[in-house]
């Protein structure tokens, strides 16, 4: 059985309109080019009219913007508020004393709140009071897929993609984030589990043999951690609440997950905060692992003290503790189809990127909406697919119309629209060569069929939204953000 190719994970894209532009752009160049004819021709000012011409071109090129990018006026406006903040040292974060470290930017007003699951124990969930959101974390445990059939990989991918289109029907549902991140393991849980297994009576050769193993078999291992967030709207009702609420509702999504071979696990509160403050403060993990190896253990931690114990926000990127850390957003997708394993470059290990976090957020449209959007896209895609070169029509062109039609007969059917997007977070000790992770991560989106691109200021914010906490950015990675932690 052969891999299954799929292909609506496209960007939007504006063709066939006036110079490229935008259609509300197109009809503003429209209405200047009406005036400049008026003003020159009628009215006899040819002066006027190059004037009015000129102003209106340059205001054009400020605010031109792709549906996935920002405009020139845009970026020249995150510059100079970068600066600004700079300046007035807002952008510096310094914890107050007696170990408060809550978490920078925008992230620090979560807070974890009890989620009513009938079950021995507790479970939490993030409450993001800045955003209304309430955030339900499942940890998943990884399922490699080399002993597994062609037919049952097409069937996870299916189920997950089923539950991608019913997410929006889901009441409340805002989004789902699924993250995959690499870390340096240290092998200390393995250790304390080798010495613990150990019979008392083990011959000296067999203790020889297993101190080496613990010791040499970790060394140098890069590990994998899968965790997904689902994100609900508070809707105005109190936390206790809202969780109640949603617990009812994950009990649905329970199934839906499991039938994509997930294996979803609740987190608690110990899990959240541990993965908190070891994205915040990497040098913690070995601790952590030293408490989290004993049995019955748990390490004195409130989700209060999970930020670092200093950080700063920097046009390139985000300093915090002796680490930095830049964000990469995929800002071009593929316009043809691809199979289940096309982001394995960016998901896998990689030893020049240690430390290193993938979150997808997958973001649903209320039916409504998705039919406009959808509906706008299918004319795009249309008009694309009507031009020729000398004779010939564009493949690419073609292959995106079919998929646009394929999304729109899915939706008239009853199903939803869901738009993705993925950040990519590089954590490197302070002093790396930031343009050798640029060129590796540049290297590793296009074997992926993607074009990431560093994200210019905003670091904080994207690596808070790249955690998979319930933060959820609206620009395609900065938008209304503010550069201040």
């Not at 006899?44 to 400020?62: D, K, Q």
């Not at 089923?162 to 029907?169: E, H, P, S």
Request: proline share 5%; net charge negative; aromatic share 8%.
């Amino acid at each position: 059985m052969t891999n299954r190719v799929y292909g609506n994970l496209t960007e939007r894209q504006r063709t066939g309109f006036f110079l490229g532009l935008g259609p509300i752009a197109s009809l503003m160049a429209l209405v200047l080019l009406s005036a400049v004819i008026f003003l020159g021709s009628i009215a006899g000012s040819w002066i006027l009219a190059a004037v009015v011409g000129l102003t209106g071109a340059t205001v054009l090129f400020f605010t031109r913007s792709s549906p996935n990018g920002d405009s020139l006026s845009t970026k020249m406006k995150d510059r100079i508020m970068f600066t600004f903040l700079r300046r007035r040292r807002r952008t510096l974060f310094r914890p107050a004393m007696q170990r408060s470290f809550q978490p920078p930017g925008m992230a620090a007003s979560l807070e974890l709140v009890d989620l009513p699951v009938p079950s021995d124990k507790a479970y939490a969930a993030i409450a993001n009071p800045a955003q209304s959101t309430l955030t339900v974390m499942f940890s998943i445990a990884a399922k490699g897929d080399e002993a597994l059939s062609q037919g049952t990989i097409n069937s996870y991918v299916d189920a997950w993609g089923i539950f991608l289109r019913d997410m929006g029907q889901v009441s409340d549902c805002l989004a789902a984030q699924a993250v995959t991140e690499t870390f340096p393991d240290p092998g200390v849980r393995g250790r304390v589990h080798l010495n613990e297994s150990m019979h008392d009576n083990a011959p000296e050769l067999a203790r020889e043999l297993i101190d080496v193993a613990a010791e040499e078999l970790p060394a140098g291992r890069l590990a994998m951690r899968h965790r997904l967030g689902i994100v609900f709207n508070q809707r105005g009702r109190d936390w206790d609440t809202c969780a109640g609420e949603v617990a009812k509702q994950i009990r649905n999504l329970i199934p839906d997950l499991e039938a994509s071979g997930l294996s979803p696990r609740l987190m608690g509160h110990e899990e959240i905060i541990e993965f908190f403050r070891r994205s915040y403060s990497p040098t913690d993990a070995l601790n952590i692992d030293l408490a989290r190896a004993e049995e019955n253990t748990s390490f004195d931690l409130e989700f209060s003290e999970v930020g670092p114990t200093a950080a700063e926000e920097q046009a390139r990127g985000f300093i915090h503790d002796e680490f930095i850390s830049t964000s990469f957003a995929a800002y071009q997708f593929p316009t043809d189809g691809f199979i289940e394993q096309v982001l394995r470059p960016i998901l896998e290990p990689n030893y020049d990127l240690p430390i290193k976090r993938v979150c997808t957020t997958y973001r649903p449209y209320e039916r409504g909406e998705a039919r406009a959007r959808i509906d706008a896209d299918h004319r795009d895609a249309m008009r694309a697919a009507r031009r020729t070169s000398r004779g010939q029509e564009d493949p690419a062109d073609q292959v995106r119309l079919a998929a646009v039609e394929q999304s729109r007969m899915e939706i008239q059917a009853g199903h939803g629209y869901t738009r993705a997007g993925i950040i990519v977070t590089v954590t490197n000790p302070i002093g790396s060569d930031q343009e050798a992770t640029e060129i590796l991560m540049d290297g590793m989106g296009r074997s992926a069929s993607l074009h990431m691109r560093p994200t210019n200021f905003h670091h904080s914010a994207n690596f808070a939204a790249s955690l998979g906490a319930g933060i959820l950015l609206e620009r395609g990675g900065d938008g209304v953000l503010s550069n201040a932690l």
